[in-house]
């Protein structure tokens, strides 16, 4: 299954074309190794992504802390291939939950089942993502399981409700372009569990997922509205004006005070939406990732909106040609 499957429909032949090419590209690992050995694609992937190391983050996290921002940090990587790097993963999210803690910054991770070990072994996922729920628990921290492509969403949900037993901190994400999610948003609202709401990144047949922009979107304000009304504290995630001036309007409407629910915005994406956000009173939490393996998701962000390639070739452009802006 491949990313980035919503909203063709409203876009032109050539963004289309771009966008297909570049999430194609975004799967090509050879691509991948040449890209991220450029020094020139370098500060326009600064923007998306807070660093290669923990050390090059930790003073980002801080920055956007001082701001007034709430963060959960993302250790990039996806689909391990090897138990080992799926165990060096977990453990280094233990590593930046230890750093999160000493440094007083915000307590709140998210990862992915996949990087965790899914595909090798549901057991070898379950014992490293325990591990991490575990000691996020003695941290007082909070672990957001990733929502991967539709054929993980069965396991991914059975994995979190078995540690839901044991573990009130850790929550799952919701796509709003899958058809199944109505239902998945009444169980998680019956449990009690913290929701993330998501359009959905993935390329999905539409068996499973609503062919188009207009309907994702209709789903998200739907399954949103439901959880302003009786989740547990849920979270929209979404760059979407449109729909945040709606989440307000009902927030509003149904004197849903704004400690009750969170925004959830990328690193990099709408910063000015999101300044405006937390200065009408929102809290404001940024999805922020940082690591080598940064690549994959870089090429998802340039593929979400094709202006972003135009500037891309600007700045190395102007790299090249000695400008400092
Ligand atoms: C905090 C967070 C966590 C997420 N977690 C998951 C997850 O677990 N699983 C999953 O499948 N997906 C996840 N996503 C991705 C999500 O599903 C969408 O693919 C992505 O957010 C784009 O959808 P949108 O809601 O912003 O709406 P869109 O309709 O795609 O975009 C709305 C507007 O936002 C702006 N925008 C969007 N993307 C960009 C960009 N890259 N650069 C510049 N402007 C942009 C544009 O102005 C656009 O018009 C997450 C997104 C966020 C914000």
């Not at 309007?249 to 990328?266: G, P, S, W, Y």
Request: hydrophobic fraction near 45%; proline fraction near 4%.
């Amino acid at each position: 299954m491949r990313s980035g499957g919503i909203g063709d429909a409203v876009r032109t032949a050539p963004e289309r074309v771009l966008r297909t090419g570049l999430l194609a590209l975004s799967h090509r690992r050879v691509v991948g190794r040449i890209a991220t050995g450029m020094p020139l694609t370098r500060p326009f992937v600064d923007r998306f992504v807070a660093g290669q190391t923990l050390v090059e983050a930790l003073p980002r996290l801080r920055r956007l802390a001082d701001a007034g921002f709430r963060t959960t940090v993302d250790l990039l990587g996806e689909s391990v291939t090897h138990a080992d790097a799926a165990s060096a993963a977990a453990d280094r999210y233990l590593e930046t939950l230890e750093a999160l803690a000493a440094g007083s910054l915000d307590r709140n991770v998210s990862l992915k089942l996949s990087q965790m070990g899914m595909a090798i072994d549901p057991a070898l996922a379950r014992a490293n993502l325990e591990r991490i729920v575990a000691r996020a628990s003695s941290l007082d921290a909070f672990v957001r399981i990733d929502m991967e492509d539709s054929s993980t969403v069965d396991a991914t949900l059975a994995l979190h409700r078995d540690l839901w037993a044991s573990h009130n901190n850790v929550g799952v994400v919701i796509q709003s372009a899958l058809r199944r999610s109505t239902a998945d948003v009444d169980a998680l609202i019956t449990e009690g569990v913290r929701v993330r709401l998501c359009k959905g990144a993935y390329k999905e047949p539409a068996s499973v997922a609503f062919p188009t922009k207009p309907e994702v979107d209709d789903s998200f304000a739907i399954l949103m509205e439901r959880l302003l009304g009786e989740g547990a504290y849920p979270a929209f995630a979404t760059h979407d004006e449109r729909l945040i001036r709606r989440a307000i309007a009902i927030a509003r409407r149904d004197h849903v005070t704004a400690d009750r629910f969170e925004f959830q915005m990328l690193y990099g994406v709408r910063r000015d939406l999101q300044d405006r956000l937390l200065a009408a009173g929102y809290t404001v939490r940024l999805y922020v990732p940082f690591g080598r393996e940064w690549y994959p998701y870089f090429m998802r962000r340039l593929a979400e909106r094709p202006a972003n390639v135009a500037f891309l070739v600007r700045s190395v452009l102007r790299e090249r040609r000695g400008d400092s802006a």
